[in-house]
């Protein structure tokens, strides 16, 4: 695509925005009530991360002084840092939350130049790998989403089922018919007719709106002085550095869709910039960010690579920030509706994980068991609930993650089974990563 215009870089801003909104929105709003915060505090709070998610955006997008990956990549609260904070907000509040946060962001910026020399420990077999248990860990996250949403009172209600397959099925429709700039925000227009229809089967709520303020400063310490806990800033240290590890395999699944070469400098920095946000995230009340996998997905089904989309986009979250009455607005949207429009998304980043497993040499027997065992203990720890109940905390937290345990578990493998990589196959291996493309 071509020079885009102001009005379509707006539009594609906004998709961007409603696609990210929904996870944005969610962690704020699973956090807020189990660490006992009132409603007024969670709108704030959701007001805060918004703003913080706008931030951490642009400071990766554009980049400068060391800092940022320079690319399409939108920041946005990570899944990852849910159970641990509500872990940590129960026994020391809110703020000991936004210390351990600012903290581990600050040890995450320092630590980047170290976390990027990793990136030669992660070949296409690896990348691959992680990204597809990704895709697959989020899809059970839509069709909850298709059902009602986890824990509503309609879960599972057909009309709740035939909501998200009118989105889907809308998406597909507009995405094979439409050309160009259209076809682009497919996604958005499917978002809008799934939430007509809702509104017509009553599910589409005006509430938050009505009861939302139109402006709101944000305040750095809002909820009052961060405290410093020992336990839990290596807590949540061990989790930045999780989703710091997940973040490269986004990054390098962001260079391929790009066609840009992601080296060790490029990982530096964008690492860097991971870390400054959840340092300034914990001054503005917010919690750590990770590049969102959901919005590569959009990235890759609209083939729209232009980094001033999601600038935009970042722009748009730091004002939506500031105004609460509009950020209240993409409440609106039935989580029916959001669930349709996640199935092709998360869809993506599979097929995403597909093409750079095509670039391993999947005929090696040693590659097909990096694969087999990786994937499937990913997988199989993501989708089991109540197995290491048994284990004190901080070790629930690690192994109880699908993510980081395929993660590990894929390093581990390819070291013993391929041996440790050179400089110049790393080299080779990111090289290969931004060659081949399908349109």
Not at 109 to 115: E, Q
Not at 209 to 233: D, K, L, R
Not at 334 to 349: D, E, H, S, Y
């Amino acid at each position: 695509m071509n020079q885009l215009s102001k009005a379509k870089i707006l539009m594609l801003g906004f998709q961007h925005v409603c696609v990210m909104y929904g996870g944005a929105v969610a962690v704020p709003l699973m956090i807020g009530p189990a660490i006992g915060l009132t409603p007024e505090e969670i709108v704030y709070l959701i007001a805060f991360d918004l703003f913080a998610c706008g931030i951490a955006t642009c400071i990766q997008v554009i980049g400068g002084f060391g800092f940022g990956i320079k690319l399409p990549a939108l920041m946005a609260t990570s899944f990852i840092v849910v159970e641990p904070i509500i872990a940590i907000g129960k026994e020391y509040g809110i703020t000991g939350v936004l210390g351990s946060v600012a903290v581990s962001g600050l040890i995450i910026a320092l630590a980047a130049p170290l976390i990027g020399r990793l990136s030669i420990f992660f070949p296409p077999v690896v990348t691959g790998s992680i990204i597809l248990i990704i895709g697959a860990s989020l899809m059970p996250v839509a069709m909850k989403n298709a059902a009602g949403g986890e824990g509503s009172a309609s879960f599972g209600d057909p009309t709740n089922l035939l909501l998200a397959a009118i989105t889907l099925v809308s998406f597909l429709v507009l995405n094979v018919l439409l050309k160009g700039f259209m076809k682009a925000i497919a996604l958005l227009l499917a978002l809008v007719i799934g939430s007509v229809v809702g509104n017509f089967f009553g599910l589409v709520s005006s509430e938050a709106v009505a009861n939302a303020s139109w402006f709101s400063m944000v305040q750095p310490f809002h909820f009052g002085t961060p405290t410093f806990q020992v336990s839990s800033i290596i807590t949540m240290s061990i989790i930045s550095l999780i989703v710091a590890i997940e973040s490269i395999g986004v990054f390098i699944a962001l260079g391929e869709i790009c066609k840009q070469d992601v080296d060790r400098k490029a990982i530096t920095k964008g690492i860097r910039a991971e870390g400054l946000g959840s340092m300034l995230s914990g001054i503005f009340n917010s919690f750590n960010h990770s590049t969102f996998s959901q919005n590569v997905g959009l990235v890759m089904l609209t083939r729209v690579t232009d980094r001033a989309v999601v600038i935009c986009a970042g722009v748009i979250l730091l004002i939506l920030g500031l105004v609460p009455k509009v950020s209240a607005i993409t409440t609106m949207i039935p989580t029916p509706v959001l669930g349709g429009a996640m199935i092709p998304m998360f869809g993506m980043l599979m097929v995403a994980a597909l093409q750079m497993l095509v670039k391993a040499d999947m005929t090696k027997p040693s590659n097909q068991l990096i694969v087999a065992v990786g994937v499937g203990i990913g997988l199989a720890i993501k989708g089991s609930h109540g197995v290491f109940d048994a284990l004190p905390e901080t070790a629930r937290l690690l192994v109880g993650n699908g993510v980081v345990m395929g993660t590990f578990t894929l390093l581990i493998l390819n070291l013993v089974l391929n041996g440790k990589p050179s400089k110049d196959d790393a080299h080779a291996h990111h090289h290969g990563h931004a060659e081949t493309k399908a349109s």
